[in-house]
């Protein structure tokens, strides 16, 4: 189990940081979801309290003042750390309703050779959650710039661009629109690409064949319900519930990483990092679509990568997103290296589900870049 981390191992602002509370409609009822910044500080603080290797923990403020809940990890064994320090850096982004905290198993392995970064997303974890548009374009682009402002904040000129789920759509939408900055694009089980599926007509008899099963009246109407409101909205009306609301639903957080933590750390950072004031997922919910199809459709746009851009793309074979997706960019690429990789006995979340399989392949990647 992980101990207390050494203070000498971070900076003084991991512990002093001056977070102000949510303003929103629900902050002024507080007993009602126990939760706050300081809870979900404290709920990070013991995660990170795994990691080994150095870590610089702080946020880093854009210029309209937003700030970005920012992770450096090095190697503090590197028998040559100026070799480490010029080698490209691997930037890690979270999908939706994550943070820094779900990277504890890779983090150590991949910052053994090169700096590792690793921030909550504008919206999400410890990061602003500022306003977002309504529009789909906007708010990915809210996004995206957040992602550029934080990269110049930070002085990385290239980088291995990861990103899981979410964070997998917006790191493509940023190499799309800042391709001189990405060495390579890693895709982990990403959302948002496939385009939906639409009616196909009969041509013989003129009529519409659909080929998905009809929705029952009732699940229609849940839907429907469920639409009017942000995606994690749930958690936030469950009160005191919430946090076991999360246990009961996402046993499966604790199972992955039961050897690190005995207790119900990691389902309660999960809450901790949804149950305040939305944000992010109100940039999310704008982007998509009912049940959780993209607005704007990735493989409309990835032919916009450039053919000297390497991309590799790894699904779990156990997860609930298709990787045939993945196989369409390879074939919209065409003679541009693309590689689909399917990571046995992993679901979703492969980075935690096979991480030692995940932190091969990643480190290979890496490598192959300098």
């Known amino acids: 189990m992980c101990q207390l981390m ?8 991991m512990q002093n940081d001056c977070e102000t509370e949510s303003s929103s409609f629900w902050s002024w009822w507080p007993s009602w979801r126990p939760t706050s910044m300081s809870l979900l500080k404290t709920a990070e603080s013991k995660i990170l309290a795994c990691i080994q290797n150095d870590i610089w923990a702080r946020f880093v403020t854009l210029p309209n ?24 850096p691997l930037v890690m982004v979270h999908g939706f309703g994550g943070g820094v905290g779900l990277w504890i198993r890779n983090l150590d392995a991949l910052s053994r050779s090169r700096t590792v970064h690793a921030f909550d997303l504008l919206g999400f974890g410890r990061s602003s959650r500022p306003h977002f548009p309504s529009d789909a374009a906007k708010a ?12 110049q904040s930070v002085g990385v000129e290239n980088m291995v661009l990861l990103g899981h789920s979410l964070g997998g759509y917006l790191a493509t939408s940023y190499a799309i629109q800042h391709p001189s900055r990405v060495s ?17 007509t009969n041509e013989s008899q003129g009529t519409e064949v659909v080929k998905r099963p009809t929705l029952p009246r009732w699940a229609k109407a849940i ?4 639409s009017l409101f942000n995606p994690l909205a749930v958690i936030r009306a469950a009160g005191p519930w919430g946090p076991g609301l999360v246990n009961r639903f996402r046993p499966d957080f604790k199972r992955k990483f039961e050897d690190l933590f005995d207790d119900n750390t990691m389902t ?10 939305p944000s992010g997922e109100v940039g999310f919910r704008a982007m998509s679509e009912t049940l959780g199809w993209a607005k704007r459709p990735m493989l ?55 991480p030692e399989e995940f932190n091969r392949m990643v480190e290979k990647i890496c490598k192959s870049v300098d």
């Open 140 to 151: 990915e682009e809210q996004f995206v710039n957040s992602v550029e402002q934080w990269r």
């Open 65 to 88: 003042q937003d700030r970005i809940w920012t992770l450096s990890v090095t190697n503090k064994a590197a028998p040559k750390p100026a070799e480490q320090a010029s080698k490209t």
């Open 223 to 226: 839907v429907t319900v469920v």
């Open 268 to 277: 309660e950072y999960i809450y901790h990092c949804n149950a305040q004031n």
């Open 6 to 13: 050494d203070t000498a191992t971070t900076t003084a602002s």
């Open 184 to 200: 390579h694009l890693i895709l982990v089980d990403p959302w948002g690409f496939p385009e939906r599926a639409k009616p196909t």
């Open 300 to 354: 409309q746009r990835v032919h916009l990568l450039p053919p000297s851009m390497p991309v590799t793309m790894f699904y779990g074979a156990q997860s609930w997103m298709d990787s045939s997706s993945g196989d369409r960019v390879a074939e919209i690429r065409g003679q541009a290296h693309t590689r689909v990789l399917l990571i046995d006995h992993a679901s979703h979340h492969v980075y935690a589900d096979e």
